[in-house]
Each structure stands twice: as C-alpha cells, then as structure tokens.
C-alpha cells in the first residue's frame, strides 16, 4: 500500500503523478478528495503499472476552475 500527502492542484490543469513503494501487482489507485467544490472534480488517465520498481505513473486532470486538494491511496484488492 502507497499513499502520498495531501496534494493541491490548480483549474484546468493536467499532472503526471507517480506513486511507488509497496505496490503489489493486485491493487487500485484512487484519488481521495480532500476539499474540492460543486463544479471542480478530478479525472484520472493514461494509468501505467510499473511492477519492478513497484509503482504506478498516472496523470490527473483538474477538471473545473478551482483548486483541489486530494490526496492519492492505493490498496490491495
């Protein structure tokens, strides 16, 4: 299991994002949502699974016009 800090990211904006340590080759990663608003969300895209050295390279897309802060969790499934 990985998980990172709580990150903030601006509107409208795209960020390559990676998480290692602990992956297991059966496991999701997700985007907890710390504070966003009614008309900002997230969307998670172009997923690669990198086994040895365990980790995942993703981008975020920050869709709508403010900030979010989340933070990005992985588990076992």
Do not use: C, K
């Not at 969307?43 to 980790?55: A, D, E, K, L, Y």
């Amino acid at each position: 299991m990985a998980s990172s800090n709580q990150v903030t990211q601006n509107g409208n904006t795209t960020l390559n994002w990676v998480l290692s340590g602990g992956i297991s080759n059966h496991e999701v990663v997700v985007v907890e949502l710390d504070n966003t608003t009614p008309n900002t969300g997230v969307q998670i895209s172009n997923v690669r699974g990198f086994i040895s050295p365990n980790r995942y390279s993703f981008d975020i897309t920050v869709a709508g016009p403010d900030a979010v802060a989340f933070r990005i969790n992985s588990t076992g499934v």
